[in-house]
């Protein structure tokens, strides 16, 4: 654990959160990335399927 989260999670100790309080809140965390990751990969996967249909639809043109 880098030095960020462990500053984090003494600061959330010191505002009397749990130590299931704090593991609620690193998981959502982590959720919330991954589920950043995986749109920002869906619509780059979906930003060039339309680059690719675009160009053959002008190649045909």
């Given at each position: 654990?880098?030095?960020?989260?462990?500053?984090?999670?003494?600061?959330?100790?010191?505002n009397?959160?749990?130590?299931?309080?704090?593991?609620?809140?690193?998981?959502?965390?982590?959720?919330?990335?991954?589920t950043?990751?995986?749109?920002?990969?869906?619509?780059e996967?979906?930003?060039n399927e339309?680059?690719d249909?675009?160009?053959?639809?002008h190649?045909?043109?």
């Amino acid at each position: 654990m880098n030095e960020k989260w462990k500053k984090l999670i003494q600061q959330f100790e010191e505002n009397g959160y749990t130590p299931r309080d704090i593991q609620m809140i690193v998981h959502f965390y982590n959720v919330t990335m991954e589920t950043d990751k995986i749109l920002k990969k869906m619509y780059e996967d979906e930003k060039n399927e339309r680059t690719d249909s675009d160009f053959l639809h002008h190649e045909r043109q």
